[in-house]
Structure formats: C-alpha cells, structure tokens
C-alpha cells in the first residue's frame, strides 16, 4: 500500500487503511489474476486523464504461479504520478491522487464502520491531494514472503559540485548537500 494511512489511526472496524494498493496476486490452475493490479480504499485516482470509478483496475499483467518470485516496483511522485512496474513491466501509471472516493464495505462512509479515532480529519481532507503517507505492506488472503524491500528517495542534494550529488533526484534539498 502505497501513501497509507498510519497502522497507529487504523480503527479496530475499519476495512482497509486510506492508500493506493499495488496488488500482487498468484494465479493457479483454476483462476489466473494479475500482479500490479490498483485498488483505492478512501483515495481516487484519474488514468489517462479521466477519472477512475472502479475501485479495482486490472492491470492486465502476465499472470505469476505460486512459489515463482515477482519483482514488483512503484514509482512515485508524488500526488502527480504513480507507475507500476511487475518483472520490468509498467503495468499501470496513474494520477490526479487526492484521498476520497469511499471503502470497500457496502455503506461503509467516512463516518460509519468505526473510524472514530481519525475520521473527522479524512472528511476534511477529502478531495484533496495525497501526496505522502507510508508504506504498507499485507498479506490479505494467502501467505506472502517478501525477499527484499528497498525505499529510494527522490529528494535530496541536486547541486552538481556536492560530493553527494545524485541525478535521479527529482526535488532539491539542497540542506543536504555536502562538499570538501
């Protein structure tokens, strides 16, 4: 989950926290799913310019078997744009992020289904940008094993003279720049 509402606001009724998920399904012999799949618990999104309705977009990615390891990568900017990426593949890319949209359980709204300890602060925010949270990560409906997980930040020292310059970087933070 990807901009996640904080485990500790999470109430104990509550269905999913606020966050876009990055789905990573197994297919077997009966039913064949797709990894990089979104789903948007409290959040909505727009694609290609035009507002999602589904809570669920299949991704349409080449469908993994248990016991086969899958490389799954999201890159993030933001609340401007957000890419899926499974085995090399970009599966999905999304944006227009702003938390709203409802959850997954029938009639379950911002003010009912328990969300006491926090809910009066997601109604406020509602409709507007979702640019940063944490990351979630869950094991839904079967076991999942997780080989590694890494985090790049994509702020930080862009002056070309520092010793910590870095070309990927996508926001300054010029602070942390260090030199000789």
């Known amino acids: ?11 104990k009724n509550q269905s999913f926290p606020v966050s876009l998920e990055l789905q990573l399904l197994a297919s077997d012999d009966k039913e064949k799913r797709h990894n990089g799949n979104l789903c948007t ?5 727009s694609m290609y310019g035009q507002p999602v309705s589904a809570h669920c977009v299949d991704s349409k990615s080449k469908s993994s078997y248990l016991n ?16 899926h990426i499974i085995n090399g593949d970009t599966v999905l890319t999304y944006g227009n992020i702003r938390v709203g949209g409802g959850f997954v359980n029938t009639g379950m709204t911002w003010t009912t289904g328990g969300f006491a300890a926090d809910s009066l602060d997601w109604i406020k925010k509602d409709n507007t940008p ?3 949270g944490f990351i979630a990560l869950q094991a839904e409906s079967h076991p999942v094993e997780f080989r590694k997980v890494e985090l790049l ?28």
């Open 41 to 45: 618990p409290g959040t909505e999104v």
């Open 68 to 83: 086969e390891w899958v490389t799954a990568e999201a890159v993030v900017y933001g609340d401007s744009v957000i890419h």
């Open 1 to 11: 989950m990807l901009h996640s509402q904080s485990a500790a606001s999470v109430t």
């Open 153 to 180: 930040n994509l702020e930080g020292c862009m002056d070309k003279k520092a010793l910590n310059y870095k070309s990927y970087y996508l926001k300054a933070d010029n602070s942390q720049c260090k030199y000789k």
């Open 130 to 132: 979702l640019s940063s």
